[in-house]
């Protein structure tokens, strides 16, 4: 994969994380975190898989 491939990649998958991290605030602020517990931590889930995912692009790019 070219650098410029997992450029592109980071970059959409940063636009994930700030669009999760958006909706887990909204989730918090509305108490919706309680309510709607598994939906909640499904967001965490997205996050977390997309944290993991671009950490691992960046290294690829690096390694490269």
């Given at each position: 994969?070219?650098?410029?491939d997992h450029?592109?990649?980071?970059?959409?998958?940063?636009?994930?994380?700030?669009?999760?991290?958006?909706?887990?605030?909204?989730?918090?602020?509305?108490?919706?975190?309680?309510?709607?517990?598994?939906?909640?931590?499904?967001?965490?889930?997205?996050l977390d898989?997309?944290?993991?995912?671009?950490?691992?692009?960046?290294?690829g790019m690096?390694?490269?």
């Amino acid at each position: 994969m070219k650098d410029s491939d997992h450029q592109n990649i980071i970059n959409k998958l940063q636009i994930l994380i700030d669009d999760t991290q958006k909706m887990l605030s909204r989730f918090e602020k509305e108490g919706m975190d309680y309510e709607m517990a598994d939906d909640y931590n499904k967001l965490l889930g997205i996050l977390d898989d997309a944290i993991k995912q671009q950490r691992a692009h960046t290294k690829g790019m690096l390694s490269s």
